[in-house]
């Protein structure tokens, strides 16, 4: 896998925890040791979450059937269509600004994360390799949350650009998963 579509990847994976870091930012009683450890948890879950996908995988890959392209690009495809399908609800991730929801902030922002290093990255069989793209899904995660807190102070009138993350993101997979597919 290139470098470019890792990089696209982390991106549309980080978008998720963009969305909802802008919100949370947005409000005006969190603190910055919230916001540390929101843009933490994020980026552990995203890391940990694409490597245990990318494992488990490789191990199917490896002792069960192979994952054929076509199948790991409808299975991405379809991420991205969730995705999308979840920017269209009405979501009120803003209101879990309590003790210990940023835990389950970053484990719900990473979920897709499972999914993508399941399909993308199971055909790295270089376990430093492996390591060092789940690492930088998660560094893309932490840049792109700190940057979501540090425009919330310019942003707040703006809701528009939280509201529309998960399309972004969602887009950027399916456009990855046809890629894998057809190309």
């Known amino acids: 896998m290139s470098f470019y579509s890792l990089f696209l990847i982390g991106l549309a994976l980080s978008l998720d925890a963009f969305g909802v870091a802008l919100c949370v930012g947005l ?3 969190v603190t910055l040791r919230y916001k540390s450890l929101c843009s933490a948890s994020f980026s552990f879950f995203q890391f940990l979450f694409s490597l245990v996908g990318a494992y488990i995988g490789f191990l199917f890959n490896t002792y069960i059937v192979d994952v054929p392209e076509i199948i790991g690009g409808v299975i991405i495809a379809g991420v991205g269509l969730l995705m999308i399908k979840e920017g269209m609800e009405n979501k009120e991730e803003c209101a879990l600004i ?6 389950v902030l970053g484990i719900s922002v990473s ?3 499972l999914v993508v290093g399941f399909t993308a990255l199971n055909h790295i069989n270089n376990s430093i390799v492996m390591l ?7 560094l893309i995660t932490m840049i792109m949350t700190i940057i979501a807190f ?5 942003l707040r009138k703006i809701e528009i650009v939280g509201k529309y993350a998960d399309y972004i993101g969602g887009v950027i997979l399916v456009l990855f998963g ?3 597919m057809f190309f």
Do not use: C, Q, R, Y
């Not at 060092?132 to 998660?138: A, E, F, H, Q, Y």
């Not at 540090?150 to 310019?154: A, D, R, S």
């Open 27 to 29: 409000n005006n009683n």
């Open 98 to 103: 309590k003790p210990g929801m940023w835990i």
């Open 111 to 113: 979920i897709d994360a």
């Open 132 to 138: 060092n793209s789940t690492l930088l899904i998660g």
């Open 150 to 154: 540090v425009i919330t102070k310019h």
């Open 178 to 180: 046809i890629k894998m």
